[in-house]
């Protein structure tokens, strides 16, 4: 299983700001889109972000203009930027990659996860 892992959550105040990072190993990350998922108790994992290798991007509705995927090709790294946070946005952050477009990765059944990254947005 290709390990994925996702760093760079903390505690924030609301209005604040956290970048988290998520590594994979590079013959993956070449070829495939990747995406931001996130999960509070007892709810279903959320698909937050997307970014294929061309840089095309697709986010939540929930996020948008708030959050920015990328990605860094000689560093097999996926970013989030996280602007404006919301109590709202607290929960474990989770990366995952597949297929090559975006519409290919919302429909793939992904089972191997890392173990994520708090993001607590409280006052």
């Known amino acids: 299983q290709v390990q994925l892992v996702e760093s760079g959550g903390g505690a924030v105040q609301p209005g604040g700001s956290l970048t988290l990072s998520c590594e994979t190993v590079a013959i993956v990350f070449k070829v495939a889109a990747m995406g931001w998922f996130r999960q509070t108790p007892g709810n279903q994992r959320e698909l937050v972000a997307v970014?294929?290798?061309?840089?095309?991007?697709e986010y939540a509705d929930s996020v948008k203009g708030r959050f920015t995927v990328s990605r860094d090709n000689a560093k097999n790294t996926m970013y989030l930027q996280m602007n404006n946070l919301k109590p709202e946005d607290t929960a474990v952050y989770y990366c995952?990659?597949?297929?090559?477009?975006?519409?290919?990765?919302?429909?793939?059944?992904?089972?191997?996860w890392g173990q994520g990254t708090q993001v607590t947005v409280s006052s």
């Open positions: 970014i294929t290798t061309r840089g095309v991007t």
């Open positions: 995952n990659q597949g297929g090559v477009t975006i519409p290919v990765f919302k429909e793939m059944d992904f089972t191997n």
